[in-house]
């Protein structure tokens, strides 16, 4: 069949006949891009290599390269201007989204129209880095002999409670994970990362918000008991700094935040658990 142009209307019959074509890998690929809104072609290829589908990292990286462009070629995903790493990095380098009958494919009861213009660069560099936290806590897991059981992204996975005048409260996670161990032991994770870009006092507010949150017992009333808040930040000055703040704070409890500046890490945290 005939594919559509990048601004061409893909009709409803179109689509159809368009995901008739599509394999498990495809709707993976496209599923992701549905939770993290964007990603690169690496950290795609990485999500997927975990499944073990591919013979190496190469491979996947390869063959996932050749999907994207087959899935733009469909009307179903488009790549931005912009590249992390420079035109030099290639295709690999291209930061993918999907396009409306992408997301009409993979979301066919959706009644809200989803953003197609350029983000902003802090935007985006936010919402790359929630896509390569997940990256690290499912490989952190994976190679651990556990898995990624669960997942949720902004915004299925804020929380919101009523306050004592009756306000409603919100939480806002950046990303939510439930990691399972290869002994069927799961950790429960709420993670908020920080690119530098927020003001100290921000982030510790964000804290107390939490232990509000915690002190309402509407959590643990769910799942008997408060998930580990971890904090990734990728300076560790900051990190520093942030680790001082909330040991001075007397009202917060023990434990309830764990404090990661790199990667390994947050990779140990995973795998060494809360």
Same mark, same amino acid.
């Given at each position: 069949?005939?594919?559509?142009?990048?601004?061409?209307?893909?009709?409803?019959?179109?689509?159809?006949?368009?995901?008739?074509?599509?394999?498990?890998?495809?709707?993976?690929?496209?599923?992701?891009?549905?939770?993290?809104?964007?990603?690169?072609?690496?950290?795609?290829?990485?999500?997927?290599?975990?499944?073990g589908r591919y013979a190496s990292d190469r491979s996947a990286l390869r063959q996932t390269s050749r999907r994207l462009s087959?899935?733009?070629?469909?009307?179903?995903?488009?790549?931005?201007?912009?590249r992390i790493g420079g035109a030099k990095s290639g295709s690999t380098s291209h930061v993918w989204r999907l396009r409306e009958?992408?997301?009409?494919?993979?979301?066919?009861?959706?009644?809200? !129209?989803?953003?197609?213009?350029?983000?902003?660069?802090?935007?985006?560099?936010?919402?790359?880095?929630?896509?390569?936290?997940?990256?690290?806590?499912?490989?952190?897991?994976?190679?651990?002999?556990? !898995?990624?059981?669960?997942?949720?992204?902004?915004?299925?996975?804020?929380?919101?409670?009523?306050?004592?005048?009756?306000?409603?409260?919100?939480?806002?996670?950046?990303?939510?994970?439930?990691?399972?161990?290869?002994?069927?032991?799961?950790?429960?994770?709420?993670?908020?990362?920080?690119?530098?870009?927020?003001?100290?006092?921000?982030l510790l507010a964000k804290c107390h918000d939490y232990q509000t949150h915690l002190n309402t017992g509407t959590e643990q009333?769910?799942?008997?008991?408060?998930?580990?808040?971890?904090?990734?930040?990728?300076?560790?000055?900051?990190?520093?700094?942030?680790?001082?703040?909330?040991?001075?704070?007397?009202?917060?409890?023990?434990?309830?935040?764990?404090?990661?500046?790199?990667?390994?890490?947050?990779? !140990?945290?995973?795998?060494?658990?809360?």
């Amino acid at each position: 069949m005939s594919t559509p142009s990048t601004s061409a209307r893909v009709g409803r019959r179109q689509l159809q006949a368009i995901a008739d074509q599509l394999d498990t890998i495809d709707r993976q690929l496209l599923g992701l891009l549905v939770a993290h809104r964007y990603a690169t072609t690496r950290q795609l290829a990485r999500i997927i290599s975990l499944t073990g589908r591919y013979a190496s990292d190469r491979s996947a990286l390869r063959q996932t390269s050749r999907r994207l462009s087959r899935h733009r070629q469909l009307g179903l995903t488009d790549h931005l201007e912009r590249r992390i790493g420079g035109a030099k990095s290639g295709s690999t380098s291209h930061v993918w989204r999907l396009r409306e009958p992408g997301h009409r494919l993979t979301s066919p009861d959706a009644t809200v !129209r989803k953003r197609t213009s350029e983000p902003s660069y802090a935007f985006l560099a936010h919402t790359l880095a929630i896509t390569e936290a997940r990256l690290i806590i499912e490989q952190a897991a994976h190679h651990a002999g556990g !898995r990624l059981t669960l997942l949720a992204t902004e915004p299925e996975c804020w929380r919101t409670w009523h306050g004592p005048a009756g306000t409603k409260r919100w939480l806002k996670p950046d990303l939510e994970a439930i990691t399972t161990t290869a002994h069927g032991d799961q950790d429960h994770w709420l993670l908020e990362i920080d690119l530098g870009t927020e003001n100290p006092a921000r982030l510790l507010a964000k804290c107390h918000d939490y232990q509000t949150h915690l002190n309402t017992g509407t959590e643990q009333a769910t799942h008997g008991y408060y998930p580990q808040v971890v904090w990734l930040l990728n300076n560790p000055d900051r990190a520093t700094r942030l680790t001082q703040q909330i040991t001075n704070q007397a009202t917060f409890t023990p434990g309830l935040f764990k404090i990661t500046a790199s990667p390994e890490e947050l990779t !140990r945290l995973i795998q060494n658990g809360p």
